[in-house]
């Protein structure tokens, strides 16, 4: 154990995680609190009542797959990671390629990766096609097979590059490896960050500019009211695949731009403007960067908890490895990265909710119009089909946002 503590990858784990804490601290609006929940309750009764029931259905439909999906997740991610499969299933790939290190590496990883993956493929099919009865997905068969393959090869690119890189580093600079490792891959979170609307948006949606300018205009000028400039007001083809209705503002510096969902453009202007003015809190906030931030920082943490591991003998016996760098370790890796995400879940969207709650009152600040905030919400549960009020412990472990409840309960509590 003291040996493990004096590693220099532990102090640079600890400095991170203290990084980390601090940054959350500092960046994340903790003391943003929902309204009481007889406030909620009073909300949800004022809702028509087919948006409410039509919601629950939904939600009680999809929610036995969500958990089918992590079981299933986690349970092929151990059998691959804690027993010799994981590492034989890379040794069998590595033999087709010659042998050779990085290829084994590179490929043998990807097959782990991939099959982490297909393993839940079926699921994802029956939830395609239940979200088609409902009227939420407007994609046939063809078209969600395509989105998911050019998915993969995303998938696919970038596993390629992070695994090429991480065991090229551990091979050429095996002492200090993990150092370079955490710092290429909190950069690589920020880079992903910024390129992403340029370079990965587009494989999926096709974007032009909005041709209602008087709307395209009044959105630019709440953007430089609020002192958030942004580069241009798009439109995404987002019709194709859903009939749901969304915005966001993306990019960092000069990326940064409004994108409008074409399904959002059927709602009135002032109910686009409220939405918009919600994602401008996120821009204005620099809520991109904070959990950029927050995503590096934790990043880099992982990469240095790695050496640290690999000092765990019974471990690496158990999974059939030697070493925790050895290419064959990657299912190792990937099965206690799938066990993590778990536990950290819900703290993650613990700091998104927050995040959201603030977005939320600068929208109310920006454009003063609270019944129109409530007439929004209104009108995004209804075309989503979204569960209003979920469980407590459903929406403490999935809900990355403020339930329709809770929003409006505090829309109506504005100026108050």
């Known amino acids: 154990m003291t040996s493990i503590i004096r590693h220099p990858a532990a102090v640079a784990l600890l400095i991170l995680l203290g990084a980390l804490l601090v940054v959350g601290a500092i960046f994340v609006p903790w003391t943003a609190q929902p309204p009481s929940r007889a406030a ?64 084994e590496a590179v490929l043998g990883g990807l097959v782990i990766v991939l099959i982490a993956q297909v393993v839940t493929l079926p699921i994802s099919m029956w939830r395609h096609s239940v979200l088609v009865r409902y009227g939420i997905s407007t994609q046939s068969w063809g078209p969600w097979a395509w989105d998911l393959a050019k998915s993969y090869a995303v998938t696919i690119v970038v596993a390629a590059v992070g695994l090429a890189a991480f065991y090229a580093l551990a091979h050429y600079v095996p002492r200090w490896w993990w150092a370079w490792a955490a710092a ?69 510096g000069p990326t940064r731009r409004i994108v409008v969902y074409d399904n959002l453009l059927q709602y009135p202007d002032s109910q686009v403007t409220s939405v918009v003015a919600h994602e401008l809190g996120h821009a204005k906030r620099g809520d991109v960067w904070i959990g950029t931030g927050l995503g590096a920082l934790g990043v880099a943490a992982a990469v240095c908890a790695i050496p640290l591991l690999g000092r765990w003998q019974g471990l690496l016996h158990r999974a059939g490895v030697d070493e925790i760098t050895a290419p064959r370790g990657i299912a190792l890796l990937l099965a206690v990265v799938a066990l993590v995400s778990i536990v950290v879940t819900p703290l993650q969207n613990a700091v998104s909710r927050k995040i959201e709650m603030r977005a939320d ?15 929004m919400q209104t009108s995004l549960a209804r075309t989503n089909i979204s569960d209003v009020d979920p469980p407590g412990f459903v929406h403490w472990f999935f809900g990355s946002h403020p339930t329709t409840a809770q929003r409006i309960a505090m829309a109506k509590s504005y100026g108050e």
């Open 184 to 252: 290429a891959a909190g950069c690589l979170v920020v880079l992903m960050s910024a390129v992403y609307p340029v370079i990965v948006e587009p494989i999926f949606n096709q974007f032009h500019p909005m041709k209602n300018e008087q709307l395209s205009t009044e959105l630019k000028d709440m953007a430089r009211k609020d002192n958030v400039p942004v580069k241009e007001v798009l439109v995404s083809d987002a019709s194709r695949r859903t009939t749901s209705a969304n915005a966001y503002v993306s990019g960092l």
């Open 40 to 103: 909620q309750l009073d909300a949800v009764a004022n809702l028509p009542s087919g948006v409410v029931d039509k919601g629950k259905e939904l939600a009680g439909v999809l929610r036995p797959s969500s958990y089918l999906s992590i079981v299933i997740g986690l349970v092929v991610a151990a059998v691959l990671g804690f027993t010799p499969l994981g590492s034989r299933i890379v040794g069998a790939v590595g033999r087709l390629v010659g042998g050779h290190w990085l290829a």
């Open 361 to 375: 009152s600068h929208a109310l600040e920006l454009t003063g119009d609270p019944d129109t905030f409530v007439e």
